[in-house]
């Protein structure tokens, strides 16, 4: 089976190897626990291996999220190169609309080979609607044309809960093939970073809770070590 390797240092031994090629992963966790970094080292691991990403985001400016992440990783330095070079592209569409992310998608793929990309996040499209069984429809059908897309996919999705035991379970859980959670696991007087892969069609993969680390060099996540 052919896999996207996310690059992140750790993941991919976690999933075998990396995600199955063509399929849509949803990353779960609250505010500040790392989801837009996840995202973007997925994005610029692709473009050191020659494949364009595209980075969709629904909140930040593209300015923001490139200053930001010149703080939060100062060793990629590489991230202009890649975007003079059309092997990264981070947009804001106008308007909060699945239609919009599904045209931009679709433009790109034809015209730009994009092998990779991010919606950031599934969480602003969902409060754009007003009614939940809508907003359940318009996701199947995206995700159905979604489907027939060579590309492959991160979405992130704005957790319910800070806590692991408290999660609830949403629309985009059962729709994903894929889905990771990360945790920032209140300690007392600290908080400890954490990921699960909690799902993964199409390939085994650990079931283990383990400890991650965002570094200026990338993401880390300590398999086999516990979280303490
Ligand atoms: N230079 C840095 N060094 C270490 N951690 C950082 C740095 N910059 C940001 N962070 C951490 O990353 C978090 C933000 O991560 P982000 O990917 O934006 O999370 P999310 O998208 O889930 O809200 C910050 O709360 C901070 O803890
Ligand atoms: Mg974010």
Redesign the pocket.
Known sequence: MERIKTGIAGLDEMIKGGIPLGRHIALY??????????CFEYLYRGAENGEPGLYISLEETPEDIIE?MK??F?LFTRTQEFIDNKLLEIVKPDKLQLEEVANLLEERLTNAGLKRAVI?SATMIRLSFGDVAEYRQTLFEFLSLLRNLDVTTIT?VEASAARRDEMTYDIEHFVMDGIIN?YNLDRGDHRVRALEVMKMRGTDHSRDLVPFK???QGIKVYVGEKVF
């Open positions: 966790g609250g505010p500040g626990c790392g989801k837009t970094s996840f930001n703080s939060t100062p950031d992130t990360l965002v570094t200026p």
